[in-house]
């Protein structure tokens, strides 16, 4: 799956809304495999492209609020913010719309625990746990969740400095599982997460 089309995709969705964001939307340049990630689990299989589209969308969104976006270019601050907002609600919204609760519960626990690192850590924010808790919370969406990955959420929430390291080894854990590890390395690598910073345990 090329997982340029989902920027493509999310970027004309949110032109054609005809919101006060649309006029900001830009053609995007990235290849980004976040989305590709969530698609070729398991729990995806009847609707790959609406799981592309709907993490990008999420993503997004986080960019907006702490990074440099893809999509918009030239809003002020607060518009970022409210642009941030926007696509989290719509990832979400588009989710739920598929009943899948526990993606929802899962991209919702993203979005707090995001948000939570950011807070108590400003513009310093561990990049390697961020990074490590999108690559898990993707996989987890396209494969499952697992107790052990519910625990080293836990463990971000509680700020333990290994919560980066176990996030990371049941993300390669589970993609391994699921015959997605490939995908993982390739979203790894689109985030600037290093390949040998995903435990090898097979």
Not at 139 to 147: K, R
Not at 154 to 167: K, N, Y
Not at 188 to 193: T, V
């Amino acid at each position: 799956m090329a997982s340029t089309g989902s920027l493509a995709a999310l970027a004309a969705l949110i032109r054609d809304g005809e919101s006060v964001i649309s006029p900001y939307v830009r053609e995007p340049d990235e290849h980004p495999a976040l989305g590709a990630l969530a698609a070729a689990g398991p729990r995806a299989v009847d609707a790959r492209a609406e799981y592309v589209l709907l993490v990008e969308a999420i993503r997004e969104g986080y960019l907006l609020h702490y990074g440099t976006p893809r999509l918009l270019h030239g809003a002020d601050a607060d518009l970022r913010l409210l642009a941030g907002d926007y696509l989290y609600a719509l990832g979400l919204e588009r989710l739920a719309a598929r009943g899948d609760l526990d993606a929802v519960r899962e991209l919702a626990d993203l979005i707090s625990l995001s948000a939570q690192v950011h807070a108590e850590n400003g513009p310093g924010a561990d990049p390697e746990a961020i990074n490590a808790l999108w690559l898990a919370a993707t996989v987890a969406v396209g494969a499952g969740g697992t107790p052990a990955h519910e625990q080293a959420k836990e463990a971000l929430r509680r700020g333990d400095p290994d919560a980066g390291r176990l996030l990371a080894g049941n993300a390669a854990d589970l993609a391994r599982q699921a015959g997605i590890a490939e995908a993982l390395d390739r979203a790894a690598d689109s985030i600037g997460f290093a390949r040998e910073d995903l435990p090898n345990r097979g």
